[in-house]
């Protein structure tokens, strides 16, 4: 399976880190996002609509789930 089949997906399991499209930046719910104020336990399911990349200001709909089985 390719990482970019879920390219711009929604779906999500809860502990699932996604992937930026355009710079690579990596969210993870573990970890949540000090930049947004997300705390830590957040899946990116949960993440408002608003949410954009720290890093670039890249859409919700550029992240793409990592398959790293973590």
């Not at 970019?4 to 929604?10: A, D, H, L, S």
């Not at 880190?17 to 899946?43: F, K, L, N």
Request: aromatic letters at 12%; a negative charge; charged letters at 25%.
């Amino acid at each position: 399976m390719s990482a970019f089949e879920n390219f711009g997906k929604r779906e999500t399991v809860s502990d699932d880190r996604m992937e930026c499209g355009i710079c690579w930046h990596v969210y993870d719910p573990a970890e949540g996002d000090p930049v947004w104020q997300i705390p830590p336990g957040t899946p990116f399911s949960n993440l408002t609509e608003d949410w954009r990349c720290p890093n670039c200001d890249a859409l919700q709909s550029k992240f793409m789930r990592l398959g790293d089985g973590r």
